[in-house]
């Protein structure tokens, strides 16, 4: 049997079943995408069915406001993301679903790693999205990396390209890999329970037991934290937005400080401010005279 059928075997008996599998909708496919962009699986399952729900097609989310869009993202963090989702949906209205990976490209919001998932489960080329979790997988099985790195990515996607059939469900080999990347190939994988343990060029590496687990495989993207603050700015951020979205009326820019942080003094104002600014600048607030409101 050969390696892909081996995995597809074993995702088929053990892959998990989420609701935005099995389809070939491009919408589906790229709401799943983003809202899965820094957010855990079993967070999104809800996030998605809810979604899905309320602006079911292109069209229904097209004509969604930022308003409507930050109510119905809230929760799920990182909001520019469901902005992003709407534009992309209105351009699609405009002109029409791209009909190649090259095309998907050329929509603002729409990388390499979504052009290439988008490709390959709603297009049926053949790709391989090369993320942390398939990047770990593709690296070890045909590099023999224990922890491979972004420097790796040109030769995995060499490698996928001679390993991923032409025919068959070629088009589940990503998903069943992230399956596998979360379940088994973890940081510190399971070499002995896996499928592909016969045929992976790291596996001997691993089961020999020399392989040293580093402390971080990825560098955290450095966040800002204002002097003195306990959390990110990420974090104040969202409070403002969820102040605003939870209020019923407009509320007054200079009470904001106290209602988000505890520790809030007078000299934190222009910090306050900036915040407030990068929110209206990114679409999530509109200002009006010395108040704020959901745009
Ligand atoms: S054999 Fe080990 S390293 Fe290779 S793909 Fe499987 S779990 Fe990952």
Redesign the pocket.
């Known amino acids: 049997m050969k390696p892909w059928q081996k995995l597809l075997h074993w995702f088929d008996r053990e892959g998990r079943k989420l609701p935005w599998r099995n389809t070939r909708d491009p919408y589906r496919i790229l709401v799943s995408e983003i809202m899965l962009q820094q957010t855990q699986v079993t967070r999104v399952i809800d996030f998605y069915r809810a979604w899905m729900k309320r602006f079911p097609t292109w069209n229904a989310l097209a004509k969604a406001t930022n308003a409507e869009i930050i109510h119905a993202w809230a929760g799920l963090g990182y909001n520019r993301r469901g902005l992003a989702l709407r534009d992309i949906a209105r351009s699609i209205v405009t002109n029409g679903i791209p009909k190649t990976r090259n095309e998907w490209l050329t929509l603002k919001g729409i990388g390499p790693y979504t052009a290439d998932a988008l490709a390959v489960f709603s297009l049926h080329e053949r790709h391989w999205p090369t993320d942390t979790n398939l990047r770990r ?1 593709g690296g ?2 045909w590099l023999a990396k224990p922890y491979p790195q972004m420097s790796d990515d040109e030769r995995i996607h060499k490698f996928a390209d001679a390993w991923i059939p032409y025919t068959g469900r070629f088009f589940d080999l990503p998903q069943a890999a992230f399956d ?1 990347a979360t379940s ?2 973890t940081k510190t ?3 002995s329970t ?1 499928p ?2 016969d045929d ?1 060029l ?2 001997p590496k ?1 089961l020999s037991g020399k392989v040293r687990t580093p402390k971080r495989m990825i560098k955290k993207t450095k966040e800002q934290i204002h002097p003195g603050k306990k959390y990110p700015d990420r974090i104040y951020r969202g409070r403002i937005l969820s102040l605003v979205r939870q209020s019923e009326s407009p509320i007054v820019i200079s009470k904001i400080g106290a209602l988000i942080d505890p520790t809030f003094s007078i000299i934190d104002q222009s910090w306050i401010t900036a915040m407030i600014d990068r929110l209206i600048k990114d679409g999530l607030l509109a200002k009006s005279k010395n108040k704020l409101t959901l745009p």
């Open positions: 997988v070890r099985l596998l088994i190939c994988p399971t070499c896996c592909l343990k992976c790291a596996a691993f």
